[in-house]
């Protein structure tokens, strides 16, 4: 049986390019032979296509490799749906900076725990910023976020009515050009 080693690699935004070349490099240094590489936010799981294309690839004896957890999923949920479906295919994960291969039973072990007290600090912290707010919010100290677009929407159908481009919508109004056109879309 032959089996391949497929890097999966991933970074936020666009603007981490370096972070991608240097996942690349980490990948490539372990001997992954296939590379499934995209900028795109863990928070929208459902918009990972290399992540999708590279779990499509994947065959028995096959190993996904991340550089970190967190590249790959976002809560412990995520990745237990994750590991069913790389199971699934008789495949196995290795995690590059933890050690961590499913391969082994204290791989499977460690990986279970580990994202498990991930998860909870992830909470923890969510739950501690709640109540930051809240007591703001109490103290007349928390103003919430700016409008945005969509508060100034009846600006905006206004100004287009009366002929003018999104361009100089956007600029009388400080919003950007892409929300000119999401209110217009409404």
Do not use: W
Request: with cysteine.
């Amino acid at each position: 049986m032959t089996t391949t080693k497929i890097g999966y690699a991933r970074t936020s935004t666009l603007d981490q390019k370096a972070g991608l070349e240097a996942q690349e490099c980490e990948l490539r240094s372990a001997g992954c032979t296939k590379f499934f590489i995209e900028q795109v936010s863990s928070v929208d799981v459902t918009k990972r296509d290399q992540l999708d294309a590279a779990l499509d690839y994947l065959r028995d004896g096959d190993t996904l490799v991340v550089t970190k957890l967190d590249r790959l999923a976002r809560s412990t949920e995520h990745l237990m749906k994750l590991l069913a479906v790389i199971r699934g295919k008789g495949a196995e994960l290795l995690i590059l900076n933890l050690g961590i291969d499913t391969g082994t039973a204290t791989g499977k072990l460690m990986l279970t725990v580990l994202s498990g007290i991930a998860e909870f600090e992830r909470e923890i912290m969510l739950e501690r910023q709640r109540e930051g707010i809240a007591k703001a919010k109490a103290e007349g100290k928390y103003k919430g976020r700016k409008p945005t677009a969509q508060a100034k929407s009846d600006e905006i159908t206004r100004l287009m009515s009366e002929g003018l481009g999104a361009t100089e919508i956007a600029k009388r109004l400080g919003i950007g050009r892409a929300s000119v056109y999401r209110v217009r879309k409404e």
